[in-house]
């Protein structure tokens, strides 16, 4: 599996509101794969939201090097081709949404690129249909709850047919079914389409359903790998400012009070089924 992501020794440095000199990159080196479903977690000021502008050319190192699909985002002449090939999604959808009707604004970058009128209708059909909002094409975006504002936003960057999104922080201002709606659809763009996922995130339980793990922490990667393999990893975790699912912080502090437990769990029923495990023995 190649890459369509890599930076070697990117470092991103910029001056705070007092003109002091701030390092949010640190020295990163990060392979993504194509067709991989990647999460990327850190706490605030750690660099994960910094380093995701890279990978759209939004953001430029200060030093280093940041490849999408073998191009060299510092060169300008592939500005252009880099955004089409990683696309990104933002926090808040509203700031994405440009136009007065649903179709019309998954239709709009469509029509800055110049896609003849037929591919529009097929590509923004297709866009809705695969997150669940075809029905309301013809709504407005601004009556739709926060959760569907961001399926709208994420069917715009679908319409497009990136290789490659980057979602940073979709669900930070959604409810909790928003939250599940939009993980649906992220989901589904991985699996079903293929296209490779990174998302940027604080939630445990997205990060799980990844499948890989980049943890970032003082704009440097602490530590990449498998879920199940990072979340077991309480005490660097918190030592990270970071919190672990809470299905493992249950069977880890059951530890503390001397039970020998798996903690591997992600799920509640893997909790269940290791805590039914240990009562009945």
């Known amino acids: 599996m190649s890459e369509i992501i890599k930076t070697e020794q990117v470092t991103y440095n910029y001056q705070d509101d007092e003109g002091r000199p701030v390092v949010a990159l640190n020295g990163v080196d990060l ?23 890279h990978f759209n050319a939004i953001r430029l190192p200060s030093g280093g090097t940041v490849w999408v699909d073998h191009m060299d985002t510092k060169n300008e002449d592939n500005i252009y081709e880099v955004r089409k090939t990683c696309a990104m999604v933002f926090q808040n959808p509203d700031n994405q949404i440009v136009a007065t009707v649903v179709e019309e604004d998954v239709a709009f970058a469509l029509e800055n690129m110049g896609i003849p009128p037929e591919e529009i209708r097929r590509r923004v059909d297709d866009a809705l249909k695969a997150v669940g909002m075809y029905e309301f094409r013809e709504h407005a975006p601004h009556k739709l709850s926060g959760g569907q504002k ?11 047919m990136p290789r490659c999104v980057v979602l940073d922080e979709p669900t930070a201002m959604l409810d909790p079914r928003g939250r599940r709606e939009v993980m ?24 799980v359903q990844a499948g890989r793990v980049v943890v970032m ?13 990072i979340f077991t990893r309480v005490d660097d975790l918190k030592a990270a400012s970071l919190d672990v699912p809470q299905t493992i912080e249950v069977l880890h502090e059951l530890n503390k009070t001397g ?9 509640v029923n893997e909790c269940a089924d290791i805590l039914q495990q240990y009562l009945a023995g």
């Open 184 to 207: 649906e659809v992220v989901r589904g763009l991985n699996r079903r389409f293929g296209i490779t996922v990174v998302l940027i995130t604080h939630h445990m339980d997205e990060a």
């Open 150 to 160: 961001q399926r709208i936003a994420i069917a715009g960057v679908i319409a497009m």
């Open 259 to 267: 039970a020998r437990l798996q903690i591997d769990a992600l799920s």
């Open 217 to 229: 922490h003082h704009g440097k990667v602490l530590m990449q790998g498998m879920p199940r393999e």
């Open 31 to 53: 392979e993504i794969g194509r067709g991989e479903f990647v999460a990327v977690l850190g706490h605030n000021g750690s660099g994960k939201s910094t380093l995701a502008g």
